[in-house]
């Protein structure tokens, strides 16, 4: 029934396991805010955090937390109220003066739990004194020392403060570009054979797999749009990335209309065999050239981090890596399918 | 006879017929022209900004260049192409179409910044920058019309499509254009010249390297 | 085949409707949970992209199977 299907099999296992390891696997404890964002030096203050994702409770009296400064001057929590899994009150017993030269400092926050891990709000938090003592803040800050951070669970995926669970959308709205992509530059090859050996069928493979990788893009570009909206603020951000993905696919949707326009089933083939090589050369200067000259909002462009340290840690890549995989083999079994359909009707109207 | 001297004998047959009706030059002057006054009523207040007047210069340019290179594959019926076909290499037919294009196009270029000028004001402050901008233009948008229309011709000269096929392809350069020429406005102190010149250099090149393998498929019949 | 289509139109037109209405209700509806409920759009969507092509591949194997049926 399915023909040399092995590749079908590993596409399905790859994307259970996406889909499972994508959602089940819990994102790792964070700080989702921290109130009040201002301290003034001299103060006592109470401060309130909610964790996400924390379990405050389980870890109780083995909490630590520091307010952090720069060349690792810390001051710690006098004590920690666990209100609830979630919620914590930290006092702070802030010296007179800050070991800074200036009025206004900012500080980060690091908890520390046995059962969540370290957990760092970097430079979240904004400190004031009323006058600078450089020597004598180094010397009242210098008696907490930082010692011992326990590593968190093992297993998850990592805490951002705008992205929230949705950095899962990196198993499900990215690899389907890598699957266009893969779908177009198949193409392509089959585009050069029908032109170097005018087989009809090399170009009925070739509409196929355009077909998919088309259908690949536009929900890559609806579900970028949706993830913008709750990233970024707006479906359309007018990032490099959008506009160019948008022109890129008028380029292939030309491509459909450009089949239309011809009657002779050779010529059709013919010209869109060489339409579909020009418009894969324009395609790249649109997708790997330009994003990466001018500011984007997507990682990876214009200053952004790439899929660095930070936006794809080892237990994304171990999802990331078969997500693409598995969503690029579904887009060839679309493809694959659809031709054969093709081909069926192609001897059916020859007959 | 060898590639060099059919290329020649073409580029003379194109600049004749041109010269003797004076029909390209003339009919896209006038729409420069027409165009340029249109757009200049329309906005009441005038051009002031750089941004919007290398907007409107390269927008203008668009329409003007898609206006004068279809006219290139029309003025070509069917008898004459198998005429073509029997006597010439496609490649001497492709090439000399590509030079007297980027001839026309840079001329008409120069011509609607002169126009421009006269009824908007210049707005460009460095004119060599801006002479290259305009020069890599015309050699892109020149080479990717030229195939574009080329297609379309296929389809009986079918303007719509050449509409559908051109635009979203020329979107890239038009935007690196833009950027480019804003640059020589003096507006921006931008330090990715360089990198916008490659990039246009690197995509014309590729078009260019692209239309002289492929057009060969496109001209048997 | 044109009844299909109109049902259809009415089907979506109706979700849309729902959705808008579940918006205004809670207006965080999608923003509750650490924002999961985006990644289940991003999954519903996908997942209807393709059962949308598996309609169209659908209709043309009917097409396949009447001109069959007629040769016959």
């Known amino acids: 029934m399915i023909r040399q299907s092995w590749w079908k099999i590993l596409a399905v296992v790859l994307l259970v396991y996406t889909f499972t390891a994508g959602m089940l696997v819990p994102l790792k404890p964070g700080i989702a805010d921290v109130s009040p964002r201002a301290l003034q030096a001299g103060t006592d203050v109470e401060m309130t955090i909610t964790g996400y994702n924390s379990y405050y409770t389980k870890a109780k009296s083995d909490l630590r937390a520091w307010l952090k400064l720069k060349g690792d001057v810390v001051l710690k929590a006098t004590s920690i109220e666990v209100v609830d899994d979630r919620t914590l009150k930290l006092v702070f017993k802030l010296p007179a003066y800050l070991p800074s030269d200036s009025k206004d400092d900012v500080c980060s926050l690091i908890l520390d739990s046995p059962v969540d891990g370290a957990i760092v709000l970097p430079e979240g938090i904004a400190l004031t004194q009323d006058s600078v003592n450089l020597a004598e803040g180094s010397k009242l800050w210098s008696v907490d020392k930082m010692d011992q951070l326990n590593a968190g669970p093992e297993l998850t995926f990592p805490y951002r403060s705008v992205l929230y669970e949705t950095i899962r959308n990196q198993y499900f709205h990215v690899p389907l570009w890598f699957a266009m992509l893969f779908l177009f530059i198949f193409s392509v090859g089959f585009s050069i054979r029908y032109l170097r050996k005018f087989d009809p069928d090399a170009d009925q493979r070739a509409l196929a797999l355009t077909r998919a990788g088309f259908i690949f893009g536009l929900l890559g570009l609806v579900t970028g749009a949706i993830w913008a909206k709750f990233a970024w603020g707006a479906y359309w951000s007018w990032d490099v990335k959008q506009n160019m993905t948008a022109v890129a696919l008028l380029i292939y949707a030309a491509y459909f209309i450009l089949r239309g326009a011809f009657q002779d089933e050779e010529k059709k083939a013919r010209l869109a065999a060489v339409y579909n090589i020009f418009a894969f050369a324009a395609l790249i200067p649109l997708i790997f050239v330009i994003p990466r000259l001018t500011d984007s909002l997507h990682p990876g462009n214009g200053g952004n981090p790439a899929f660095g340290s930070d936006d794809l840690d080892n237990t994304m890549r171990m999802v990331f890596y078969p997500a693409g995989i598995g969503w690029t083999l579904l887009g060839f079994w679309i493809a694959a399918v659809s031709y054969r359909i093709d081909k069926l009707q192609n001897k059916l109207l020859d007959a | 006879m060898n590639l060099f001297s059919q290329i020649g004998i073409l580029l003379r047959k194109e600049l004749v017929l041109e010269l003797r009706t004076g029909y390209a030059i003339s009919g896209i002057l006038l729409y420069v022209l027409s165009t340029v006054f249109i757009v200049y009523s329309a906005f009441f207040q005038g051009v002031n900004n750089a941004m919007m007047w290398v907007t409107l210069f390269w927008i203008i340019m668009l329409f003007a260049s898609i206006n004068a290179i279809v006219k290139s594959f029309v003025q070509e019926n069917g008898n004459r192409q198998l005429y073509y076909y029997s006597l010439l290499d496609p490649l001497a037919v492709i090439i000399s179409k590509m030079v007297y294009n980027i001839s026309l196009l840079f001329l008409l270029s120069l011509l609607t910044w002169a126009a421009l000028a006269f009824m908007v004001g210049n707005q460009i402050e460095e004119f060599s920058a801006f002479l290259l901008a305009l020069f890599l233009g015309s050699v892109g948008f020149s080479i990717l019309f030229t195939f574009v229309a080329a297609i379309s011709s296929k389809a009986d000269n079918n303007s719509t499509l050449l509409a559908i096929l051109s635009f979203p392809l020329v979107i890239p350069i038009l935007m690196t254009l833009i950027k480019l020429s804003v640059g020589a406005t003096g507006m921006l102190e931008d330090t990715g010249v360089g990198k916008d010149i490659g990039i246009l250099v690197a995509i014309d090149l590729v078009l260019a390297g692209l239309t002289l393998v492929l057009y060969p498929f496109l001209w048997r019949d | ?72």
């Open chain 3, 1 to 72: 085949m044109i009844r299909n289509r109109i049902s259809l139109v009415c089907v979506l037109t109706l979700l849309v409707q729902q959705m808008a209405f579940a918006q205004q209700a809670s207006g965080d509806f999608m923003r509750s949970i650490g924002r999961i409920y985006v990644v289940v759009a991003v999954i519903l969507i996908i997942f209807f992209g393709i059962v949308l092509f598996l309609i169209y591949l659908d209709r043309k194997l009917t097409k396949l199977e009447n001109q069959i049926k007629e040769n016959e």
